[in-house]
């Protein structure tokens, strides 16, 4: 994410507008206000200022109030406009270089103790688990239920298998499901998160198991899109199909 260019953000609202055409056809086009608003005019100067609200939101998220004053940023903002700036070019940039050097050690923070918390819930988690009946723990970390014991062929890692599975976090969040899609899916052993690499090779035909997979098996450091947070612990329900 680059932040040099933060002080002139233009709300992506400027984005719908079609670079192509003409600013006189643009301009003479009256477009109605929206209910809330007496002009169009204002209904777009709010949904400008709503667009780059979502913006530094998105960049500082609950740290914005302690890096982010509004009034000056309402200050820089008119008088950017107004072309009576109290800071020169070359300030300007010094403070955003300095800026992109503080938000990134923020980020490095919030990064850690976000680590710190989900290693404690996993661990809690994983610690309590394994003691109850049926819980089966691997070497590696893994720990498992069988719910439906199989009686067919195990597969190997080349193998490509046909499984339907549901997958959750911690706090029973669903992220995916194959049974809610109600189809299942084909995947190759191998080429899944190494939780399920090693869980499906324990697994016979006609099982199904739930899995908790510590991060580590999982999608660790990175996460999953905007689903699964980056050092979290899954649970799966797998039911083994087939090998294709």
């Not at 200022?49 to 109030?65: L, N, R, V, Y």
């Not at 194959?178 to 090693?198: D, M």
Request: aromatic residues 10%; contains cysteine; charged residues 25%.
């Amino acid at each position: 994410m680059q932040f040099k260019n933060a002080l002139y953000l233009i709300p992506l609202t400027l984005c719908f507008i079609n670079c192509s055409t003409p600013k006189e056809v643009v301009m003479a086009k009256p477009v109605a206000p929206v209910a809330k608003f007496t002009s169009f005019k204002d209904s777009v100067s709010y949904a400008m200022g709503a667009s780059t609200a979502k913006q530094f939101k998105g960049m500082f998220g609950k740290s914005q109030d302690s890096i982010f004053n509004l009034k000056q940023y309402e200050n820089g903002l008119k008088e950017g406009l107004n072309d009576t700036l109290a800071l020169s070019e070359n300030e300007i940039r010094d403070i955003m270089g300095r800026f992109q050097a503080e938000l990134r050690s923020l980020k490095e923070i919030q990064r850690e103790a976000v680590e710190v918390k989900n290693k404690k819930e996993e661990t809690d988690f994983l610690t309590l688990n394994k003691t109850k009946e049926g819980i089966t723990a691997t070497e590696s970390g893994l720990q498992y239920k069988v719910l439906k014991e199989g009686s067919g062929v195990v597969p190997g890692a080349s193998d490509k298998v046909e499984v339907h599975y549901e997958g959750r976090l911690l706090d029973g969040t669903v992220f995916d499901s194959s049974y809610k899609r109600g189809e299942p899916i084909v995947l190759g052993v191998g080429q899944v998160i190494k939780g399920w690499t090693e869980a499906l090779q324990l697994m016979k035909v006609g099982s199904k198991y739930q899995l908790y997979i510590p991060a580590e098996l999982a999608y660790g450091v990175s996460g999953a899109g905007e689903d699964i947070p980056p050092y979290v612990m899954l649970i799966f329900d797998v039911e083994l199909l087939g090998i294709k």
